[in-house]
T-cell receptor
Framework: SQTIHQWPATLVQPVGSPLSLECTVE??????LYWYRQAAGRGLQLLFY??????ISSEVPQNLSASRPQDRQFILSSKKLLLSDSGFYLC???????????FGQGTRLTVV | QKEVEQNSGPLSVPEGAIASLNCTYS??????FFWYRQYSGKSPELIMS????GDKEDGRFTAQLNKASQYVSLLIRDSQPSDSATYLC???????????FGQGTRLTINP
């Protein structure tokens, strides 16, 4: 069966520090991968998605970047965090562009 | 105009009653529709997927899709306090690859 791992679960980082969040999927090949952010009490904002290694589509211009160095690995990064980067970051995967997506456990990021 | 819209609620329903959650979408090219449940502080979990017009039932949950009117709904029968959560509607457009979410509806089931 397929599983998705996302870490860390919580993170407190100072303003201006770098960020690296990692997500890996097991039990499937060539998944679609997604990074979402959810501000407190809000819906899910799609940040990036990827349909293959090295293929990244950015949805929202911002302080973040994403990379997919391996088929089942998706990384969210920032060189310098802003206070506004605080939120709940969720990684998700789907088999293709048609069927449902499944989420990791999320990372709660607080920038102080 | 947001691509997927939901009433943010909160929606309060007595235990044992039917909870009705609604969602509209703007992209007529949307082909796939999903309902997720999200408990406070947790990640969303999939409840239902629906791809064709009509009703789809799974236990106490029924999803309804009307592509002509561009709306999707979720009915929860015999509502339980454990159903209290935020319900997220999502849609995928043909060939778009990405999954777009509504803002979510907060549902509270009162014992």
């Amino acid at each position: 069966s397929q599983t998705i791992h996302q870490w860390p679960a919580t993170l407190v980082q100072p303003v201006g520090s770098p960020l690296s969040l990692e997500c890996t999927v097991e039990g499937t090949s060539n998944p679609n991968l997604y990074w979402y952010r959810q501000a407190a009490g809000r819906g899910l904002q799609l940040l990036f998605y990827s349909v293959g290694i090295g293929q990244i589509s950015s949805e929202v211009p911002q302080n973040l970047s994403a990379s997919r160095p391996q088929d089942r690995q998706f990384i969210l990064s920032s060189k310098k965090l802003l206070l506004s980067d605080s939120g709940f970051y969720l990684c998700a995967w789907s088999v293709d562009g048609y069927t449902e997506a499944f989420f990791g456990q999320g990372t709660r990021l607080t920038v102080v | 105009q947001k691509e997927v819209e939901q009433n943010s609620g909160p929606l309060s329903v007595p235990e044992g009653a039917i909870a009705s959650l609604n969602c509209t979408y703007s992209d007529r090219g949307s082909q796939s529709f999903f309902w997720y449940r999200q408990y406070s502080g947790k990640s969303p979990e999939l409840i239902m997927s629906i791809y064709s017009n009509g009703d789809k039932e799974d236990g106490r949950f029924t999803a309804q899709l009307n592509k002509a009117s561009q709306y999707v709904s979720l009915l929860i029968r015999d509502s339980q306090p454990s159903d209290s959560a935020t319900y997220l509607c999502a849609a995928k457009a043909r060939g778009a690859q990405k999954l777009v979410f509504g803002q979510g509806t907060r549902l509270t089931i009162n014992p």
